[in-house]
Each structure stands twice: as C-alpha cells, then as structure tokens.
C-alpha cells in the first residue's frame, strides 16, 4: 500500500438544485494536488459524494487515505447508515430508496480500493484545506457559469 494521503473535500451548490460543483485538495508528502469541476442541474449533497469520489478515483493505487469533509451526510453515510442499506437491498430503515444510491455505490467502491479514515471538519471554521476545498467547488460552479 502507498503512503498516507490528505484530502479535503468539499461541495457546492447555487440553489439546490441548482448549479454546483465539487472540489478536492490532495496531500502526500510535500506534493499538492487540486482538482475541481461541476453540473449544470445538482445537489449539495451529490456535489459533497462527487468531491470524495473523485479524490478518491484520482489515486493510482491502494492508499492510506485521511479524509477531511465538513459534509455530515458524507460522513455519516459512509460510516454509519451504509452497511444498512446495502443489506436492506439500498433502502433505507423506511423501506425507501436511498437517494443518489448511484454515488453512494461508486463510493462505496472507490472506498474498498483505499484504507480510509473518514473525518468531520467544520466548515468556513479557517482551516485552510477546507477553505481551499471550498474556493474549488465554488469554482466549479462558476466555470459552468462562463465566469
């Protein structure tokens, strides 16, 4: 397995639905890598999924990966509620489908490819890989923008 990689993630969204986008910082060693993008029609919540997925789909090969979001729904979806839907068939305890199961599912493998440790940051709280994370979802929405 690789070494230890940071990363920050973050998700954006102007209305909800709305334009949005996602953005990654990406730590290992001295190295820094960013990577941000976006949707035209989306959601906080799918633009918080698609930041951690791409972060972790960027990694070549098997991690140690401490990951830092300020989404609680990331990180309690993958901690917490997951197992339950995967074994209640991608339903949750109502018996009703999991919203954005499609990201939660490419999640969930890009997770098993990586040893990852999942970490609750608060937001805008000054922590500067979060705040960086943040500007590059924020840029995201607004290259869809033209801006």
């Known amino acids: 397995m690789a070494g ?3 990363m ?3 998700g954006a969204c102007k209305g909800n639905p709305g334009p949005g986008g996602w953005g990654v910082v990406l730590r290992y060693g001295d190295a820094c890598k960013t990577m941000h993008g976006g949707e035209l029609q989306t959601t906080n919540n799918r633009m918080e999924l698609m930041a951690a997925i791409r972060g972790l ?3 070549k090969r098997a991690c140690q990966v401490e990951l830092y ?3 609680q729904y990331v990180r309690k ?3 917490e509620w997951m197992s339950g839907w995967k074994r209640n068939g991608w339903k949750t305890s109502a018996k009703k489908p999991v919203k954005n199961a499609d990201l939660w599912q490419e999640l ?3 997770t098993a490819r990586h040893t990852v440790n999942w970490h609750w940051v608060k ?3 000054g922590h500067p890989d979060n705040e960086l994370a943040d500007e590059l979802a924020n840029r995201g929405v607004r290259e869809l923008n033209g801006a």
């Open 4 to 6: 230890k990689v940071v």
């Open 8 to 10: 920050y993630t973050d």
């Open 69 to 71: 979001t300020d989404s």
């Open 123 to 125: 937001g805008h709280s």
């Open 77 to 79: 979806g993958i901690t």
């Open 108 to 110: 969930d493998a890009e």
């Open 57 to 59: 789909r960027e990694l």
